[in-house]
């Protein structure tokens, strides 16, 4: 995975990085305490590198939390966002208090269920959803009437909807019946409502999905509501390699010139009789 230095708002950095939370950062910018590079920022939406540029609070470099990533298995009627202005339940009231600094990779709608990313590496959830990257996702999806080989195959192809092209990267039939069919979709995208827009635009109303798979990870048996710790090695995070140490070439010896003791003394000439 490569490293990504991309720039995003102060108060979104700070939050991604566990070190504070928004409303922390909003009072530290208008206060006038909170340091970027050593120079003080007035405007919690100036762009910033979290993973390369230094803060400060006060002078004090800032602590933020060690490496993080959790898996959870998003119920329905819970919603993937940090606060709910309709008062909904959120992904982060299923968390323990220590873990809702961390900020889900992509989202599930509220009717969605299954395998969610939580996480405070920028880094890795800039990699994840970013389409360039081809991550895989896999649904199961369960559509209300019976799919036809040809509606089938059409999916399969891509459907253009709303200037769109809605084209899973794999797609297979469980089992069908005239009350309802049973699939699984693989996408690489993350585009908005995506499946339930691809089978409406084919006449069937999804009535379940459930993301069962994202990368290299398997939802498996965790209950719904419950989170697992991540490591590294199950999402194939690799540390960035140490900088190599630059050999410096020795310097150039210069014969000093007009210094007697470094003269070369020549034999004497021979003379011949």
């Given at each position: 995975?490569?490293?990504?230095?991309?720039?995003?708002?102060?108060?979104?950095?700070?939050?991604?990085?566990?070190?504070?939370?928004?409303?922390?950062?909003r009072d530290w910018v208008?206060?006038?305490?909170?340091?970027?590079?050593?120079?003080?920022?007035?405007?919690?939406?100036?762009?910033?590198?979290p993973e390369k540029d230094?803060?400060?609070?006060?002078?004090?470099?800032?602590?933020?939390?060690?490496?993080?990533?959790?898996?959870?298995?998003?119920?329905?009627?819970?919603?993937?966002?940090?606060?709910?202005?309709?008062?909904?339940?959120?992904?982060?009231?299923?968390?323990?208090?220590?873990?809702?600094?961390?900020?889900?990779?992509?989202?599930?709608?509220?009717?969605?269920?299954?395998?969610?990313?939580?996480?405070?590496?920028?880094?890795?959830?800039?990699?994840?959803?970013?389409?360039?990257?081809?991550?895989?996702?896999?649904?199961?999806?369960?559509?209300?009437?019976?799919?036809?080989?040809?509606?089938?195959?059409?999916?399969?192809?891509?459907?253009?909807?709303?200037?769109?092209?809605?084209?899973?990267?794999?797609?297979?039939?469980?089992?069908?019946?005239?009350?309802?069919?049973?699939?699984?979709?693989?996408?690489?995208?993350?585009?908005?409502?995506?499946?339930?827009?691809?089978?409406?635009?084919?006449?069937?109303?999804?009535?379940?999905?459930?993301?069962?798979?994202?990368?290299?990870?398997?939802?498996?048996?965790?209950?719904?509501?419950?989170?697992?710790?991540?490591?590294?090695?199950?999402?194939?995070?690799?540390?960035?390699?140490?900088?190599?140490?630059?050999?410096?070439?020795?310097?150039?010896?210069h014969k000093p010139r007009?210094?007697?003791?470094?003269?070369?003394?020549?034999?004497?000439?021979?003379?011949?009789?």
């Amino acid at each position: 995975m490569e490293r990504d230095f991309g720039k995003v708002p102060l108060e979104r950095a700070l939050s991604k990085l566990g070190a504070a939370s928004r409303s922390q950062t909003r009072d530290w910018v208008l206060k006038g305490r909170l340091q970027v590079n050593g120079r003080t920022v007035r405007d919690t939406q100036f762009m910033v590198s979290p993973e390369k540029d230094r803060f400060t609070v006060d002078g004090k470099p800032m602590v933020k939390d060690s490496w993080q990533a959790i898996m959870l298995n998003k119920p329905k009627a819970v919603v993937t966002t940090a606060s709910d202005e309709k008062g909904r339940r959120t992904v982060f009231d299923l968390l323990p208090a220590e873990l809702r600094s961390l900020h889900p990779v992509g989202r599930l709608d509220m009717a969605t269920t299954g395998l969610l990313i939580l996480t405070n590496d920028t880094r890795l959830s800039s990699y994840l959803t970013d389409p360039a990257n081809a991550v895989p996702r896999t649904y199961l999806v369960t559509v209300a009437g019976e799919m036809t080989e040809a509606e089938l195959a059409r999916a399969a192809a891509g459907i253009l909807d709303e200037g769109e092209l809605l084209k899973p990267s794999r797609i297979s039939l469980r089992k069908a019946s005239g009350r309802e069919s049973h699939l699984t979709v693989e996408l690489t995208e993350g585009k908005n409502r995506e499946l339930r827009r691809l089978f409406e635009a084919l006449g069937h109303e999804v009535t379940a999905l459930k993301r069962v798979a994202f990368g290299p990870l398997q939802l498996g048996a965790l209950e719904p509501g419950r989170f697992r710790r991540l490591t590294k090695e199950e999402l194939h995070v690799k540390e960035a390699p140490p900088a190599p140490a630059i050999k410096r070439p020795p310097a150039p010896w210069h014969k000093p010139r007009d210094n007697k003791r470094f003269k070369r003394k020549m034999p004497p000439k021979r003379r011949h009789f």
